[in-house]
């Protein structure tokens, strides 16, 4: 069972970057798809970023795309979530999960996931 754990998060400025880090306490983490969310009070979990076990596949929704970039350092146990020009609507709790299939996009294909960091954009 991989447990995952985010940091990074707080308070910014529209416009502004932040960058968000999971930390992986497993000696298997080198082999698991690894995924962040987001979610806001009354919604679902929505999908914002995947990265394949040697960051040959990486994947970012679309409303994130030129933005955001996702990267991660199985040597360390770690991906970050970079985060840039950031708006109000990226206000949301952010997740790191970690999946044990490709191409999963989905809260629930996941098998671990962090406990979240919010991240706050003021206008």
């Known amino acids: 069972q991989i447990q995952l754990a985010e940091s990074g998060g707080g308070l910014v400025q529209t416009g502004d970057s932040l960058t968000l880090t999971c930390s992986a306490s497993?000696?298997?983490?080198?082999?698991?798809?690894m995924g962040w969310f987001r979610q806001t009070p009354g919604k679902e979990h929505e999908y914002v970023a995947a990265i394949s076990p040697k960051s040959i596949y990486i994947d970012l929704a679309d409303f994130v795309k030129g933005r955001f970039t996702v990267s991660r350092d199985n040597a360390k146990n770690m991906m970050w979530l970079q985060m840039n020009n950031l708006t109000p609507e990226d206000t949301a709790v952010y997740y790191c999960?970690?999946?044990?299939?490709?191409?999963?996009?989905?809260?629930?294909?996941?098998?671990?996931w962090g406990q979240g960091t919010q991240v706050t954009v003021g206008s």
């Open positions: 999960a970690a999946a044990t299939r490709p191409e999963s996009k989905v809260w629930n294909e996941y098998v671990g």
């Open positions: 497993s000696i298997t983490f080198g082999t698991y798809v």
